[in-house]
């Protein structure tokens, strides 16, 4: 059975005695979570091994980087390799945010590649795929999604690939206050599920967790949710308030 997941996403934000305050705000609401629903925090990289050392003895729970590089070590001053999250127990990493990719320029190939080494190092990738606005007004935004899981995804085997979180993301809805309505967020969710189903198999598309991000919140949470095809949520503004964020975590089906 797929994963029901709840990701933080903390951006470039908080001091860490801010961060550590909120992860135990959060650890101490005692939320019970099954073995199948997970919560994941999206930390600054150098709160990782600190805030892996407050989670760690929770099981449904998680630390995550927001970034690694796509190469596997060498000359490359301040960049962090998969291999060095996975030396101190983090096993997730979010690729290729829109914001890495508008900000940094990361394209679809440099994406594939990260995904490479996260999965050469048991790193599980929270890849974001999803289209700005004007592909949206366009119509075009299934097309979009489509071609960057192509050229993002596609050379993975099933094996790998059910290793891969996706996390689809409308760019016109993150930090916007705009969420997608449930039946846009279902219907890309179905698509995404749809082009997998179509390159590998209807059996290897169910088992990916595809979540949702983009002004998810407190109050739109439990619907998002639970629409068939989303199964959580990646969250920035709103995973920085503790009662918010316990409040998406408990709205996981
Ligand atoms: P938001 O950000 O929840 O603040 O819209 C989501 C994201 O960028 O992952």
């Keep these: 059975m797929r994963k029901q997941i709840a990701a933080a996403n903390w951006k470039m934000n908080l001091t860490w ?3 550590k305050q909120l992860l135990e705000e959060i650890l101490a609401a005692d939320i019970s979570l099954r073995k199948d629903q997970l919560a994941i925090f ?7 091994g600190l805030a892996e050392g407050i989670v760690s003895p929770r099981p449904q729970y998680a630390i995550a980087a927001q970034n690694c590089y796509d190469k596997k070590s060498g000359a490359f001053t301040g960049e962090i390799a998969a291999g060095m ?3 101190i ?3 997730y990493c979010i690729i290729g945010h829109s914001e890495r990719r508008e900000y940094f ?5 440099m994406l594939a590649e990260k ?11 929270i890849f974001c795929c999803g289209e700005a606005l004007q592909v949206r007004e366009a119509g075009t935004q299934n097309e979009f999604v489509e071609k960057q899981l192509e050229e993002s995804l596609f050379h993975l085997t099933a094996e790998q690939l059910k290793s891969v979180v996706i996390a689809y993301e409308p760019i016109w809805a993150i930090g916007t206050g705009k ?4 039946d846009q967020a279902q219907e890309m969710h179905a698509c995404v599920r749809e082009v997998l189903a179509r390159k590998y198999s209807a059996a290897v598309a169910s088992e990916i967790s595809i979540l ?8 739109n949470a439990k619907d998002l949710f639970g629409c068939p095809d989303v199964d959580g949520g990646l969250v920035g503004g709103a995973s920085l308030v503790a009662s918010d964020f316990i409040a998406i975590i408990r709205a996981l089906k």
């Design 179 to 182: 969420t997608a309505s449930t």
């Design 42 to 48: 999206g930390v600054p990289a150098p709160y990782l």
């Design 105 to 109: 320029g990361e394209s679809n190939q």
């Design 115 to 125: 995904l490479d080494r996260c999965l050469e190092n048991s790193v599980v990738p």
């Design 89 to 91: 127990g983090i096993n």
């Design 85 to 87: 999250l996975q030396s």
């Design 17 to 19: 005695q801010q961060g």
């Design 212 to 219: 949702y991000g983009g002004s998810v919140k407190a109050g």
